[in-house]
């Protein structure tokens, strides 16, 4: 069996979904695109398993701009997105962030990044110990030095509900979703990508390939094409509760504390978790048969305590779900690797580092206009290139979560 494409996409998640809607939806593009998932169902997709949330609160720029448009087509997806008379809807609850310092050096960056954040427009606010405790008179305040609030533009929502609305659009609009493993690229004698092999023997020709495989594929797509891209994937717990005190917190935003544990509101209840230890980060292998387990303790010795005493409240609560997913981790940075790579039509849009789900709008229009056009015409993310990690040069992140 073989098919013929201008444009292969591999991997059908949040990521390759986004870039086949916007190539798609623009006028200059002609071509046929065929996106590869190897599993439909997404079960163990970051997009279908994160805790789905979106933030300004970066301290560089071109993440704060790419989280911008994100909101921005977040609040007009119903018109974005919408089949006909179908009108996607994502539950978008713009709760804010709101990221805890313990000490002044901790309030003295966030204090710089606050700078950055509003010369780009973004609307955050910097409050003291007394402020924070009169708006959240749930939260202990006593050892905070201060707190960065997203006052607009920052929330969460249904990840697995703005996949299918991605997903479908581009489907109307003429993509077509071919489930499959890759497990072959073939070149021409210049080096250029021109085709890719199934694991059920299929092949499939292309003008240019995307690489959005995602935490579980995207290094080895990379590697298939000869490129090593410090991507890996990294297992991540999510932990629900419930307050035994209903009133407990029922106002509170995507709180991070200075321990790097979170929690938001969910439904009636709260999700939380954290990042653990870098000598404790567990592989996320998908052959591993223990792979959806969760460590209950990591909760009950690591989140648990942290949560009880930032919030008193949450000294008696009842744990509900929890559930493991992926979490692909650029080890240079803990920034996203995105556009050209050493092979002119192979792009790569790997290592988000947990803020993928939020960050697909502006990288599928992007990546879509790089494809198009041959170069970027509304946000440049050249300083997310693949040009850093051959100079070993990081683009450091601080307010990574």
Known sequence: MSEICDVAIVGGAAMGSALAYHLTADPAFKGRVIVIEK?????????????????????????????????????????????????????????????????????????????????????????????LGRRFPWLRTDDLAAGALGLSGEGWFDGWALLQAFRKKARAQGAVYREGRVVALEKNGVGRIVGLRLSDGARISCAALANCAGASGGREIAALAGIDIPVFARKRFVFSFAAEDKRAAKDAPLLIDPSGVYFRPEGAGFIGGASPAEDEDIPWDEADPALEDVDHRFFEERVWPVLAGRVPAFERIKPGRAWAGPYDVCTLDHNAIIGESPIANFLLCNGFSGHGLQQAPAIGRALAELIVHGAYKTLDLSPLGFERVAAGRPLRERNVV
């Open 39 to 131: 599993d439909p169902s997404y079960r163990r997709s970051a997009t279908a398993l994160s805790a789905a949330s979106i933030r300004q609160q970066f301290s560089s720029a071109i993440n704060i701009q790419i989280s911008l448009y994100g909101i921005r087509f977040l609040r007009e997806i119903a018109e974005r997105l919408a089949v006909e008379d179908d009108l996607p809807e994502i539950g978008l609850k713009e709760g804010g962030y709101l990221f805890l310092a313990g000490d002044a050096a901790g309030a003295a960056i966030l204090r710089e990044n606050l700078a950055l954040q509003k010369s780009l427009g973004a609307d955050i606010a910097l409050l003291g110990p007394d402020e």
